[in-house]
T-cell receptor, first 116, second 115 residues
Framework: AQSVTQLDSHVSVSEGTPVLLRCNYS??????LFWYVQHPNKGLQLLLK??????LVKGINGFEAEFKKSETSFHLTKPSAHMSDAAEYFC??????????????FGRGTSLIVHP | DAGVIQSPRHEVTEMGQEVTLRCKPI?????LFWYRQTMMRGLELLIY????????DSGMPEDRFSAKMPNASFSTLKIQPSEPRDSAVYFC?????????????FGPGTRLTVT
């Protein structure tokens, strides 16, 4: 079985300061991991993905995430927050299940608030 | 590609009416997902298809909900009869098995309001 836990429902930062959004996962196999962003009244957009290649993954808009198998974590970071980063962020784990099918599991989301 | 297309973008209907939401996935994608998003329950997976076949509909809340995928380029989610608690944003997403790593592409959503 797979699961994902986003440790913070809200994260508040000041513009120009670092961002850290935390995600822990549970997976029986070798998972693929994703971060999606959802701006207000918009659909979800892929930020970055890990698929068993390099453990440090770079995404769009300066975000990156590091896959740490020993900690079962996939935290999302950005060195310097911008006002436009204010949005909802979802961590997703996806395993290839027996039978060749899969179901992605979404975290509950973390709302990133950026103060001027 | 135009991405995942959903229609309508907004739907307002009265309780008891039938509602049909439509989705056109990205060409070549073999998976299609329907999600519902509300403030209270977050993002919920309702059903997903692989090669037009429903694989898991355990997330469909009640028999009032049904989904079909008659071909690779079209899917519908129907609610009959609709109730106020069905008010939510409904997203469609598609993905492909090969060569992708199952990343999903989401449509813009349909905001449903049932009065």
């Amino acid at each position: 079985a797979q699961s994902v836990t986003q440790l913070d429902s809200h994260v508040s930062v000041s513009e120009g300061t670092p961002v850290l959004l935390r995600c822990n996962y549970s997976s029986s196999y070798s998972p693929s991991l994703f971060w999606y962003v959802q701006h207000p009244n918009k659909g979800l957009q892929l930020l970055l993905k890990y698929t068993s290649a390099a453990t440090l993954v770079k995404g769009i808009n300066g975000f990156e995430a590091e896959f740490k198998k020993s900690e079962t974590s996939f935290h999302l970071t950005k060195p310097s927050a911008h006002m436009s980063d204010a949005a909802e962020y979802f961590c997703v784990v996806s395993d290839l299940l027996s039978g060749g099918s899969y179901i992605p599991t979404f975290g509950r989301g973390t709302s990133l608030i950026v103060h001027p | 590609d135009a991405g995942v297309i959903q229609s309508p973008r907004h739907e307002v209907t009265e309780m008891g009416q039938e509602v049909t939401l439509r989705c056109k996935p990205i060409s070549g994608h073999d998976y299609l997902f329907w999600y519902r998003q509300t403030m209270m329950r977050g993002l919920e997976l309702l059903i997903y298809f692989n090669n037009n076949v429903p694989i898991d509909d355990s997330g469909m809340p009640e028999d009032r909900f049904s989904a079909k995928m008659p071909n690779a380029s079209f899917s519908t989610l129907k609610i009959q009869p609709s109730e106020p608690r069905d008010s939510a944003v409904y997203f469609c997403a598609s993905s492909q098995t090969v060569p992708s790593s199952y990343e999903q592409y989401f449509g813009p959503g349909t905001r449903l309001t049932v009065t």
